[in-house]
Nanobody, 125 residues
Framework: VQLQASGGGLVQTGGSLTLSCAAS????????VAWFRQAPGKEREFVGG????????NYAEAVKGRFTISRDNAKNTVYLQMNNLRPEDTAVYYC???????????????????WGQGTQVTVSS
């Protein structure tokens, strides 16, 4: 499966953005999917995701209550709705997928076989 992330941009503190992760070459419903982000000089970190279709969506503590992941199976797309953005949310955001994901590996970048190219999110103060 190929993943295409989009929707990033520049937004002020408190603003909102919605990122999209569109899949081709496979049905995203058959995969565990997650969003990660990587700020300059930092390691890639888990933002949120689910290990299987219909599974519970888990979020990093830093984004819980502000970010929401949803999916549109008809469009083969997963979304990351980001509200009340903060300067510390500035990063390149990646979507990732795996067909063999288990819950205990959800937050580990090494558990994912497919990655989108990343989309830049910049939050100004």
């Amino acid at each position: 499966v190929q993943l295409q992330a989009s929707g990033g941009g520049l937004v002020q503190t408190g603003g909102s953005l919605t990122l999209s992760c569109a899949a081709s070459g496979g049905t995203l419903n058959a995969y565990g999917v997650a969003w990660f982000r990587q700020a300059p000089g930092k390691e890639r970190e888990f933002v949120g995701g689910f290990h299987r279709s219909g599974g519970t969506t888990n979020y990093a503590e830093a984004v819980k209550g502000r970010f929401t992941i949803s999916r549109d199976n008809a469009k083969n797309t997963v979304y990351l709705q980001m509200n009340n953005l903060r300067p510390e949310d500035t990063a390149v955001y990646y979507c990732a997928a795996s067909r063999t994901l288990i819950l205990s590996s959800l937050r580990m970048p090494t558990a994912y076989h497919y990655w989108g190219q990343g989309t830049q999110v910049t939050v100004s103060s």
